[in-house]
Nanobody, 114 residues
Framework: QVQLVESGGGLVQPGGSLRLSCAAS????????MGWYRQAPGKQREWVAGISSAGVTNYADSVKGRFTISRGNGANTVYLQMNSLKPEDTAIYFCNARKTRDYWGQGTQVTVSS
C-alpha cells in the first residue's frame, strides 16, 4: 500500500515562490511515475507536472518555465518548486503515484493573492 502526504502549501503573493513536498511510504517508490495535479474551485483536476522512474520530467504549458518537479536524494520524496506564482495557480495541489494504479495524497492548499 502506498501512502502519500503533501506539505508546503500556503498563502503567497503574486510573483512569490513555494515548494511543495510529497512524502511517500510503502512500496518501492523509485519505480513509480510521480506527478502533481491541481484542482481550482469549480474546475476539474488538471495535471501539472510529472517525473518518470528514469527522471524524465514533463510540465503543463501553463507552468512550464516556472515550476520544477524533482525527486529527493532519499528517493521517497517528490518536490514541486513553484516560482513566479500567479493568482491562477491558486488550487489544491495533489501528489500522484502511478504504476499499475493511481495513488493520491490528501492535497495541500496553495493560494496566490495580494
Amino acid at each position: 500500500q502506498v501512502q502519500l502526504v503533501e506539505s508546503g502549501g500556503g498563502l503567497v503573493q503574486p510573483g512569490g515562490s513555494l515548494r511543495l513536498s510529497c512524502a511517500a511510504s510503502g512500496s518501492v517508490f523509485t519505480t513509480f511515475t510521480m506527478g502533481w495535479y491541481r484542482q481550482a474551485p469549480g474546475k476539474q483536476r488538471e495535471w501539472v507536472a510529472g517525473i518518470s522512474s528514469a527522471g524524465v520530467t514533463n510540465y503543463a504549458d501553463s507552468v512550464k518555465g516556472r515550476f520544477t518537479i524533482s525527486r529527493g536524494n532519499g528517493a521517497n520524496t517528490v518536490y514541486l518548486q513553484m516560482n513566479s506564482l500567479k493568482p491562477e495557480d491558486t488550487a489544491i495541489y495533489f501528489c500522484n503515484a502511478r504504476k499499475t494504479r493511481d495513488y493520491w495524497g490528501q492535497g495541500t492548499q496553495v493560494t496566490v493573492s495580494s
